[in-house]
């Protein structure tokens, strides 16, 4: 999930984004829509995939499957691995992994960002994180997607069951990965230096946070991650650490919106490898084809098809929120922006997932997915990749 090529500086160009000066630390940055959305990732470093594997297999991290595939893009093969079962194995097993739910609330620029608080200005006055808690991503659904039932179940499992729906149908529909038992946390806050972050304003709802990455992560890794420990988590849990209408420069640039907006992220460190996914939930309209839990179905997804951040592919690009070449496989990339349909209603809310792209996008036809001719989960894509992209 690289950061695309396209930057504030094409919104100044075409009038679309107007920036303050000076602006005070604590006062908003006036822009207007639409703003430039992303998402990026990290990489296992410090212990190869195979030691990661093998902590899967010892249940010190969380249950890995090993994959290899000969690409018809460009006749290469390719290794990787996914969370839970590998689904070539073609063996009827469920993989639980334990989740951790933990809302943060931001304080920068003299404005509260908090999941856990009614938001009567733009969210109707519900709370973010009951609306995130009820959400298809944890709640089972009955998911049809390109015409093939796949199951009544959480939208990532949906989504990797129709990835490879030719080889986990024959199973009896036994192969799913779950995010399961699944426990929130306590919130967390975090208050922000006008160096750190800030927030801006502008023709969309409300007010949005933007935060530093590198400062971000590194409270994720330093105070979060130890929380979630403390608490019965640990490398063998999946940590979502929730924001609400706050997204990540990378990096801040005080008193700008420069190098904005990152919407959410996956990342792994340390051996035994731990994994966790930061998401925005968004109710600000700022960000054309992003709506509430779509930035976290995006995230969990990737999660789920490259834990690791290491899965190689042909290079594709030049898609989505790609405007160059990437070479990983990353499901939500190539379709950033772009919802599944139809949207699923629970407990009177209408969520909205991202349409995501599917393994055989990614290597090459024949695809193993709901059927021949589908490479997406609402048949956006109808035929792979293509050529490989220069």
Same mark, same amino acid.
């Given at each position: 999930?690289?950061?695309?090529? +396209?930057?504030?500086?094409?919104?100044?160009?075409?009038?679309?984004?107007?920036?303050?000066?000076?602006?005070?630390?604590?006062?908003? +940055?006036?822009?207007? !829509?639409?703003?430039?959305?992303?998402? @990026?990732?990290?990489?296992?470093?410090?212990?190869?995939? *195979?030691?990661?594997? %093998?902590?899967?297999?010892?249940?010190?991290?969380?249950?890995?499957?090993?994959?290899?595939?000969?690409?018809? %893009?460009?006749?290469?093969?390719? @290794?990787?691995?996914?969370?839970?079962?590998?689904?070539?194995?073609?063996?009827?097993?469920?993989?639980?992994?334990?989740?951790?739910?933990?809302?943060?609330?931001?304080?920068?620029?003299?404005?509260?960002?908090?999941?856990?608080?009614?938001?009567?200005?733009?969210?109707?006055?519900?709370?973010?994180?009951?609306?995130?808690?009820?959400?298809?991503?944890? !709640?089972?659904?009955?998911?049809?997607?390109?015409?093939?039932?796949?199951?009544?179940?959480?939208?990532? $499992?949906?989504?990797? %069951?129709? *990835?490879?729906?030719?080889?986990?149908?024959?199973?009896?529909?036994?192969?799913?990965?779950?995010?399961?038992?699944?426990?929130?946390?306590?919130?967390?806050?975090?208050?922000?230096?006008?160096?750190?972050?800030? $927030?801006?304003?502008?023709?969309?709802?409300?007010? #949005?946070? #933007?935060?530093?990455?590198?400062?971000? =992560?590194?409270?994720?890794?330093?105070?979060?991650?130890?929380?979630?420990?403390?608490?019965?988590?640990?490398?063998?849990?999946?940590? +979502? +650490?929730?924001?609400?209408?706050?997204?990540?420069?990378?990096?801040?640039?005080?008193?700008?919106?420069?190098?904005?907006?990152?919407?959410?992220?996956?990342?792994?460190?340390?051996?035994?490898?731990?994994?966790?996914?930061?998401?925005?939930? =968004?109710?600000?309209?700022?960000?054309?084809?992003?709506?509430?839990?779509?930035?976290?179905?995006? *995230?969990? =997804?990737?999660?789920?098809?490259?834990?690791?951040?290491?899965?190689?592919?042909?290079?594709?690009?030049?898609?989505?929120?790609?405007?160059?070449?990437?070479?990983?496989? *990353?499901?939500?990339?190539?379709?950033?922006?772009?919802?599944?349909?139809?949207?699923?209603?629970? /407990?009177?809310?209408?969520?909205?997932? !991202?349409?995501?792209?599917?393994?055989?996008?990614?290597?090459?036809?024949?695809?193993?997915?709901?059927?021949? /001719?589908?490479?997406? $989960?609402?048949? @956006?894509?109808?035929? $792979?990749?293509?050529?490989?992209?220069?």
């Amino acid at each position: 999930m690289k950061r695309p090529a +396209i930057s504030l500086l094409f919104f100044l160009a075409a009038g679309l984004v107007t920036l303050a000066s000076p602006a005070r630390a604590e006062d908003p +940055i006036p822009l207007s !829509q639409p703003l430039g959305a992303y998402y @990026t990732y990290g990489k296992l470093s410090g212990v190869s995939a *195979e030691q990661a594997i %093998r902590s899967g297999s010892a249940l010190t991290t969380i249950p890995l499957g090993l994959y290899s595939v000969t690409s018809s %893009r460009d006749s290469g093969t390719y @290794t990787g691995v996914v969370v839970g079962r590998s689904p070539f194995f073609h063996g009827s097993r469920t993989t639980n992994v334990p989740t951790f739910i933990v809302p943060v609330k931001i304080i920068a620029g003299g404005h509260t960002f908090d999941p856990s608080a009614a938001d009567a200005t733009c969210l109707s006055s519900k709370v973010p994180l009951t609306v995130f808690q009820n959400s298809p991503l944890f !709640q089972s659904v009955s998911f049809t997607m390109n015409g093939k039932g796949v199951g009544t179940t959480q939208y990532s $499992d949906a989504f990797e %069951r129709a *990835e490879f729906w030719q080889n986990v149908s024959v199973t009896g529909n036994r192969f799913h990965t779950m995010m399961s038992p699944i426990t929130t946390l306590a919130e967390q806050s975090l208050t922000l230096t006008s160096t750190q972050g800030g $927030d801006f304003t502008g023709s969309f709802c409300g007010n #949005i946070g #933007i935060i530093d990455f590198a400062t971000f =992560d590194s409270f994720v890794q330093s105070t979060i991650v130890p929380f979630v420990s403390s608490h019965g988590g640990g490398p063998t849990s999946f940590p +979502i +650490i929730l924001l609400y209408n706050v997204v990540l420069a990378d990096p801040f640039v005080s008193g700008t919106s420069d190098n904005c907006c990152i919407l959410g992220y996956h990342n792994v460190f340390a051996s035994p490898s731990q994994t966790y996914g930061v998401m925005d939930f =968004d109710s600000s309209a700022a960000f054309p084809g992003t709506e509430d839990i779509s930035a976290s179905s995006h *995230e969990i =997804d990737e999660w789920v098809n490259d834990p690791l951040g290491n899965n190689a592919t042909p290079a594709w690009g030049h898609i989505g929120q790609v405007s160059g070449c990437q070479n990983n496989f *990353e499901v939500g990339d190539p379709l950033s922006g772009t919802l599944f349909s139809p949207a699923v209603t629970l /407990s009177g809310f209408t969520y909205h997932m !991202q349409e995501l792209a599917f393994f055989s996008w990614f290597y090459g036809a024949p695809s193993i997915a709901t059927g021949t /001719s589908d490479f997406s $989960d609402h048949d @956006t894509f109808t035929s $792979d990749a293509g050529s490989v992209c220069f």
